[in-house]
């Protein structure tokens, strides 16, 4: 149980395209989806928390009209990077907190690899 | 501002040995974690440590919380091949709107045969 997957796993695009990623918790809801980004040979950076049906906070320096944070259903958020460049290229991984689970539980996607040309 | 500290950044090791990674963190905190990522994957949860003097041990692995210092460590005991990966501590802070995990930079653990 407690699956969360991520659609794509990679993704390729030109510099100034929009990009969707896909977190979804397969066999739970969850109110709450965390957005994570994570540099080559680096740490994790908590990019913004989402809420079912209320907007996103973001962390301080990350632009929300760059990372479009969409959580429209208890088993859905997605993460739109828009006008891409290259230094948006990264690993981003989400994860969700079970509705029903501890306020601290938290599980990982598999992360998505995007690289932007 | 939470700030989370981890060290060595990275570890050779051989196998058969003992090492230990340091994680040290600003401010209170209410929980610590501590995970383990592999080249190109997300992260596995290893262990949750929620009070001074926790400890936990999971295999080689072994992970105590000391709160008034601040500091956490996972000790590796007896090396193995397959213990080579990335490790990070992350300390848990409950905010206004909710809670929130801060990483360290990592541990890239090698271990040589």
Redesign the interface.
């Known amino acids: 149980g407690a699956v969360v997957s991520q659609h794509p796993s990679r993704v390729i695009c030109k510099s100034g395209t929009s990009v969707k990623i896909e977190c979804r918790s397969l066999d739970f809801q969850a109110t709450t989806m965390f957005w994570y980004r994570q540099f080559p040979k680096q740490s994790l950076m908590l990019m913004a928390t989402s809420n079912e049906g209320s907007k996103a906070t973001y962390e301080q320096g990350v632009e929300k009209d760059k990372f479009l944070i969409n959580h429209a259903s208890l088993t859905l958020s997605t993460l739109t990077v828009t006008s891409a460049h290259p230094e948006d290229s990264s690993f981003y991984i989400c994860s969700a907190r079970p509705t029903s689970g501890g306020a601290w539980t938290q599980y990982f996607g598999p992360g998505t690899r995007l690289t932007v040309l | 501002e939470l700030k989370v500290e981890q060290n060595p950044l990275f570890l050779s090791m051989q196998e058969g040995k003992n090492y230990t990674i340091y994680c040290n963190y600003s401010t209170t905190s ?2 610590l974690y501590w995970y383990r990522q592999d080249p ?4 596995e ?1 290893l262990f ?1 440590l929620l009070s001074n003097g926790a400890v936990k041990q999971e295999g080689r692995l072994m992970a105590s919380l000391d709160t008034k210092a601040r500091l956490s460590t996972l000790h590796i005991t007896a090396a193995v091949h397959d213990l080579s990966a990335t490790y ?1 501590c ?1 300390v ?1 802070r409950l905010m206004e ?10 541990t ?1 653990l090698r271990v040589k045969s």
Not at chain 2, 40 to 43: A, I, N, Q, R, T
């Open positions: 209410d929980r190109g994957k997300s992260l949860s949750v990070f992350a848990g709107y909710g809670n929130k995990l801060v990483f360290g930079a990592g890239i």
